[in-house]
């Protein structure tokens, strides 16, 4: 998920929107595929920008072969819009609810950045401080790794566990996975950098970080998000599942197109998962009216202290994303992205199988974007082709 996710935003919101080409989606094969929807999308607009036309259009004709539904809000300075289009369920014929609620995958890394910022202005946590003064003993004979060098991931951690085909994963979907066998699991590889000297996006840095805020506050990681972020903002359908690997309350179901022995492809339904092993990295279910207010009111201020916010607009100078020759990228619970008109904006993505989600915006919110799509190739290196369409229409002035 976490190289996919950088990727994603990388390649998919640089390439995609600087250039009109778009990344191919995977071919899929007809047998036996879902008829697409014959009612145009629902929307409710302003007279003003943002395209509502191509807004549409990006979303028109769903479901299809890349995803089954698709959720969009788009806001900003000179007027806003929202809709939905695909189906809420293969087979039912029931439209996708525009208010279902979602899992956000590593869009949750924002919320955990923000309550460990929290806690710098607080002085109960220092930012510059080893993690190992804070959790001893989880990273036996490590160099010395900063709480802000997990924040933006410059930590030179591996990833726990390796990637695995989805069959893997399909098997393993309702096991339970503690953040500490996580954690022992990175552990116990090598490092793959000094620290602060490259930058790679992984999931690790957040689940240490969620151990940081249980430890510094004496109560869970999930009940702190709550307090500090959730309750103040009122985001009332915005909640962790813990180990339930039911998505509670109205939703859209999410698919992966699963290629069989014959060569046909089925759409698999994943809506059921436990997904334990992203805890604060990626657990969280929301809906994009949800995400909307709290992007907007993080921008603001309203989240997280002035000083402590430049963190979240602050990448790395001078190191080299890892493996590559490209520069830094992240920040702290965020990734700097660069529109087509060279203006630059700051943003989040995630992508759990059935769904990829973003909230993306102009640093002055001039535009923002939240997106849930219902991807049959939700954690694919590829981008999606809706996604794709989204992301330009919200973004091309």
């Known amino acids: ?17 600087v250039t009109t080409s778009l990344a191919a989606s995977p071919a899929f094969a007809a047998s036996p595929s879902p008829a697409p929807s014959s009612a145009a999308p629902s929307a409710t607009e302003s007279p003003s920008h943002p395209d509502a036309e191509a807004l549409r259009a990006a979303i028109a004709g769903l479901p299809d072969a890349d995803a089954t539904a698709a959720l969009v809000r788009v806001a900003g300075t000179d ?4 809709g939905s289009s695909g189906v809420a369920e293969i087979g039912t014929g029931r439209e996708a609810l525009e208010q279902g609620r979602f899992r956000i995958g590593s869009t949750t890394k924002v919320f ?12 109960r946590i220092d930012l510059g401080a080893p993690i190992q003064e804070y959790l001893p003993g989880l990273l036996p004979g490590h160099p010395p790794i900063t709480v802000r060098q997990l924040l933006n991931h410059t930590s030179g951690l591996p990833e726990a566990h390796e990637d695995r085909t989805f069959d893997e994963a399909y098997q393993h979907r309702f096991d339970t ?27 690790v840095n957040y689940t240490l970080l969620g151990l940081l805020i249980e430890k510094t506050t004496g109560c869970s990681y999930e009940e702190q998000v709550a307090r ?26 999410g698919y992966q197109a699963v290629r069989r022995p014959d060569g046909t492809t089925e759409l698999r339904d994943v809506t059921l998962w436990n997904v334990s092993d992203v805890w604060a990295t990626g657990n969280l279910i929301s809906t994009t009216a949800d995400l909307e207010h709290f992007l907007t009111a993080l921008f603001r201020g309203r989240v997280v202290p002035a000083e402590q916010l430049a963190e979240m607009f602050t990448v790395p100078e001078g190191i080299p994303l890892y493996g590559s020759d490209r520069p830094a990228e992240h920040s702290a619970g965020l990734t700097r992205f660069t529109l087509r008109d060279g203006t630059v904006g700051w943003g989040k993505t995630g992508g759990l199988y059935g769904y990829n989600t973003a909230i993306l915006a102009a640093r002055d919110l001039s535009r923002t974007l939240v997106y849930s799509v219902n991807a049959t190739n939700a954690r694919d290196r590829e981008m999606n082709s809706v996604v794709g369409r989204v992301i330009t229409a919200a973004f091309t002035r």
């Not at 998920?1 to 929107?17: D, E, H, I, Q, S």
């Not at 955990?112 to 002085?123: F, G, P, Y």
């Open 79 to 82: 007027g806003s819009w929202h």
């Open 1 to 17: 998920m976490n190289l996919r996710t950088r990727t994603a935003l990388a390649t998919c919101l640089v390439l995609a929107v």
């Open 177 to 203: 996975v503690t953040p500490r066998q996580l954690v022992a699991a990175s552990a116990a590889k090598p490092m793959e950098f000094a620290p602060g000297t490259q930058q790679h996006y992984i999931g």
């Open 112 to 123: 955990t950045a923000a309550v460990v910022l929290q806690l710098a202005a607080e002085h």
């Open 228 to 253: 500090r972020v959730l309750r103040p903002l009122a985001l009332r359908q915005t909640s962790f599942p813990g180990t339930d690997p039911r998505l509670n309350g109205p939703h859209n179901h």
